[in-house]
């Protein structure tokens, strides 16, 4: 009904489903039906290129396009200038060189950051950081924005990567951070975090160094991340 309602969850989903591409369309700024759902899409668009580009996926694979209802031509030419960059960029990960099981983990790491409450909760304050500010009535220009959220979006991805690398598969730190092309010291912070949440255990030791594993135990927070993803996508396909 309104591209305020595109989620980045089914964003992400179409990407895992196979798309090399995705537009999201909205109305011109200020003819939204809904007021500000275009306002809204651009701070949730934004999250999740930022999401593409930290797993390595070109982050062009994914636009908004504005237009209005009058404007078929506009339309066909965002529509097949859109095809073209994609054909050009090729199947999703070919031009990255990220493909098979590493991209399906990267795609799985993806929609679980876009699926947390953390990335859900920065999309929704995208506009009222710009307009009415934090809680401290401080207003943020897009670059201070931007800077902000390309932190959040670096540790929420991360996270999620960290816990599904480790998966069956335990590993030492220096390992993960070859593998995830980040520095080691920053793995080991994040490994404190998800240590001190319980998702993540120390284990034995590999030529002196600490083996990290995945935990056993986390239910409740997996049952609740499926719910977020449910409420997510659920309620748009009831409406078809
Ligand atoms: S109705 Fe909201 S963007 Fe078109």
Same mark, same amino acid.
């Given at each position: 009904m309104?591209?305020?309602?595109?989620?980045?969850v089914?964003?992400?989903?179409s990407?895992a489903?196979?798309a090399?591409g995705?537009m999201?369309?909205?109305?011109l700024?200020?003819?939204?039906?809904y007021?500000i =759902?275009?306002?809204q899409?651009?701070g949730?668009?934004?999250?999740?290129r930022?999401?593409?580009r930290r797993?390595?996926l070109?982050p062009?694979?994914?636009v908004?396009r504005?237009?209005s209802?009058a404007? =078929?031509g506009?339309?066909v030419?965002?529509?097949?200038g859109?095809?073209?960059?994609v054909a050009?960029?090729?199947?999703?990960?070919?031009s990255?060189g990220?493909t098979g099981?590493?991209?399906?983990?990267?795609l799985?790491a993806?929609l679980n950051?876009?699926?947390?409450?953390?990335?859900r909760w920065?999309e929704g304050?995208w506009l009222?950081f710009q307009?009415d500010?934090?809680?401290?009535?401080?207003?943020f220009?897009l670059?201070e924005?931007?800077r902000m959220?390309?932190e959040?979006v670096?540790?929420?991805c991360?996270?999620?990567?960290?816990?599904?690398?480790?998966k069956?598969?335990?590993?030492?730190?220096?390992?993960?951070?070859?593998?995830?092309?980040?520095p080691a010291y920053k793995?080991l912070?994040h490994?404190?975090d998800?240590?001190?949440l319980?998702f993540?255990?120390? =284990?034995?030791?590999?030529?002196?160094e600490?083996l990290?594993?995945?935990a056993?135990?986390?239910?409740r927070?997996?049952?609740?991340?499926?719910?977020v993803?449910?409420?997510?996508?659920?309620s748009v396909?009831?409406q078809?």
């Amino acid at each position: 009904m309104c591209s305020g309602r595109v989620d980045p969850v089914l964003i992400m989903e179409s990407f895992a489903a196979g798309a090399d591409g995705v537009m999201v369309g909205a109305c011109l700024k200020g003819e939204c039906h809904y007021s500000i =759902g275009n306002l809204q899409a651009e701070g949730k668009v934004e999250v999740t290129r930022r999401v593409l580009r930290r797993m390595g996926l070109n982050p062009e694979r994914l636009v908004l396009r504005m237009m209005s209802s009058a404007q =078929g031509g506009r339309f066909v030419e965002y529509v097949t200038g859109f095809q073209a960059a994609v054909a050009e960029l090729g199947p999703l990960g070919s031009s990255e060189g990220v493909t098979g099981a590493e991209l399906e983990l990267r795609l799985t790491a993806a929609l679980n950051a876009v699926s947390d409450k953390k990335l859900r909760w920065v999309e929704g304050k995208w506009l009222e950081f710009q307009e009415d500010g934090n809680v401290y009535g401080e207003i943020f220009t897009l670059h201070e924005l931007g800077r902000m959220y390309e932190e959040v979006v670096l540790d929420e991805c991360a996270l999620q990567e960290i816990r599904l690398r480790l998966k069956g598969r335990p590993q030492t730190a220096l390992a993960l951070s070859r593998e995830m092309r980040i520095p080691a010291y920053k793995v080991l912070r994040h490994l404190a975090d998800l240590r001190r949440l319980g998702f993540v255990v120390l =284990g034995a030791t590999a030529s002196g160094e600490p083996l990290w594993s995945a935990a056993q135990t986390r239910e409740r927070s997996s049952a609740l991340e499926g719910d977020v993803r449910q409420a997510a996508t659920g309620s748009v396909r009831g409406q078809d």
